[in-house]
């Protein structure tokens, strides 16, 4: 973990306004760790400079707070949603995780690039690219 950390990465505005207790389990920190490692780290060594990580691991009652679904990655800490700061740097920072063919599980064009959702997991990963 060069460019990221877990605090980072479980790090929520949302929980600590509401005292919900965002800490993650083992598990969630092993999934965490192998996104940083497998996507996250080479992107951002890849973009040469700072990305942002607006949501990542999220606690099921946190989960449901701010409208994820029932089944999301985040919860599992498979998921980060990032971004470098606007919609056109975000989608050339799109572009970039195409052409690096990284082993994203889902990486999604949120709302025009508003940010970016990429997730990984361990095993297979099947390289979904949406838009929502």
Known sequence: MRYFTIAELTRST???????????????????????????????????????????YRCPE???????????????????DITVGSRAANRRLLALIKRLDLPVDQCIDEKGCRWIHVSHRTGHNRRLYMKF
């Open 62 to 80: 946190l989960n449901r707070m701010v409208g994820g679904t029932p089944t999301s990655q985040h919860q599992r800490g498979e998921a980060a």
């Open 14 to 56: 949302t929980a600590r306004r509401q005292g919900i207790d965002n800490t993650p389990p083992a598990s969630a920190v092993k999934a965490l760790s192998a996104l940083v490692e497998n996507v996250l780290d080479p992107l951002r060594e890849a973009w040469g400079g700072p990305i942002r990580v607006n949501s990542g």
